[in-house]
């Protein structure tokens, strides 16, 4: 079966409000996260990584839940045609919860979320390992 590979677009910046969470975060984690980031005058982070037509996260639900808490209106985010792209592919952590593409896309549609550390996805997208710097005291 040949992979079918979509162009993977650079750096977008996105409405918060738009993404979608699939799955939960981590409280410890996102509470540590939260806290490192509301001293810092500047906020240096990966991209989240969402599908581009209904704005699921696939990557980055702890950044996503920090930019939330700390108001930023916008953040840098790695759109994806998720359904679309066989280079990007879904594994479950969690053997009792089966996970698939679909899966995913319903549960974030859906206002609910699978347990932390449900999903793991693979995938090779070179901007995702870029770092972006921007001030979250700057809202606009």
């Known amino acids: 079966m040949q992979r079918q590979s979509v162009r993977h677009p650079d750096i977008e910046w996105v409405d918060i409000n738009f993404l979608k969470e699939h799955e ?37 639900h702890h950044r996503y839940f920090v ?17 679309e ?11 009792e919860i089966p996970v698939s593409k679909k899966a995913v896309i319903n549960m974030g549609l ?6 932390p550390k449900t999903t793991k996805h693979i995938y090779v997208i070179p901007a995702m390992h870029r770092i972006v710097t921007y001030n979250p005291k700057h809202k606009n």
């Open 24 to 60: 939960a975060v981590k409280e410890k984690k996102a509470a540590a996260y939260l806290r490192f980031a509301s001293r810092r005058k500047t906020i240096r982070a990966k991209p989240i990584l969402i599908d581009r037509k209904t704005g699921v996260i696939l990557d980055g």
């Open 67 to 83: 930019a939330k808490r700390i108001g930023l209106p916008i953040v840098p985010c790695i759109c994806v045609d998720y359904l």
């Open 85 to 95: 792209d066989d280079t990007i592919m879904v594994l479950p952590r969690k053997r």
């Open 110 to 115: 859906s206002g609910e979320t699978f347990p």
